[in-house]
């Protein structure tokens, strides 16, 4: 579930930032979006590990 919030979450940024032109906005948007990932990316981790471990 958690994974799921984080992939929504990376796609509404990405939309939002590519619609948005005020800077202020952007830097929020691209920062929201860098933590969103590494988010995903932590969660994902474990996955990754295991399975090359079998």
Known sequence: ???LV???NIE???KALAAETDDVKR???R???TEEE??????E???KDR???L
Do not use: C, F, G, V
Request: no cysteine; aromatic share 4%; net charge positive.
């Open 45 to 47: 981790a474990p996955d």
């Open 51 to 53: 399975k090359e471990r």
């Open 38 to 43: 590494a988010i995903l990316a932590a969660l």
């Open 12 to 14: 509404h940024y990405r």
């Open 31 to 33: 920062r929201l979006l």
């Open 27 to 29: 830097q929020t948007l």
């Open 6 to 8: 984080a992939r929504l």
């Open 1 to 3: 579930m958690d994974r």
